[in-house]
């Protein structure tokens, strides 16, 4: 099990926390999170595209010209593909993308992921974000002193308030509540920030789960 530090406003240390092995130390299978990120950005496509085929398109079902005799190719209708205004071949039509993937696979991924990020040392948790007040410059001012300058996954939990409204606004911040925690959005982030709360729920959680599941 490992242990991190948990860091206050001013990145000194206030604490420790203890990185449970059944969570943040996984074998990360590459093979899966490929899976499991294809299948989210999948679900994420609208699939609202769409082309008329010659039986949708405006035009007379008349024979254009006679069959013989004009030195023309033959031609049945002008809804045609290769007329102008004619219908479009195996073009896109609307459709759902969203790929069946098993919770157990999806939950597999996450912890994948997070052992992933554990293991590189890019996993904070801090109590700096207990805020009075929302403040995006003290939220600013709290990143700079984690050193986390680069795209950021902030965990929070849904109650602090403070803390949403702080940190929303970042450009290099991408904000989750705990239960929100996918693979794809960890993998994406250089850094991986929890605050002391989001991380007790978080593990407990996981811990309630994995005894439901025994």
Excluded: C
Excluded at 146 to 175: H, P, Y
Excluded at 179 to 196: E, G, H, M, P, R
């Amino acid at each position: 099990m490992t242990t991190v530090d948990i860091i206050d406003a001013k990145g000194k240390k206030s604490g420790s926390a203890e990185l449970p092995a059944d969570i943040f130390d996984v074998e990360t299978n590459v093979p899966l999170l490929h899976q499991v990120v294809t299948a989210q950005l999948a679900a994420a496509r609208q699939g609202t595209h769409n082309t008329k085929g010659r039986g949708e398109v405006s035009g007379s079902g008349r024979k254009p010209f006679k069959q013989k005799g004009t030195g023309r190719a033959r031609q049945g209708s002008i809804r045609a593909p290769e007329h102008r205004g004619g219908g479009i071949v195996h073009g896109p039509t609307t459709r759902s993308y969203d790929q069946r993937t098993p919770k157990k696979m999806v939950a597999k991924a996450l912890l994948g992921a997070l052992s992933d990020r554990a293991r590189g040392e890019r996993i904070t948790i801090t109590t700096a974000f207990d805020l009075d007040a929302p403040s995006t410059k003290a939220a600013q001012d709290v990143l700079t002193s984690l050193n986390a300058t680069k795209r950021v996954l902030i965990v929070v939990d849904r109650d602090e308030d403070n803390a949403i409204l702080s940190l929303r606004n970042i450009w290099n911040v991408q904000l989750l509540a705990w239960d929100q925690l996918n693979a794809y959005d960890v993998l994406v982030s250089d850094d991986l920030i929890f605050t002391k709360t989001a991380f007790d729920a978080f593990v407990a959680n996981k811990n309630k789960n994995a005894e439901v599941n025994a």
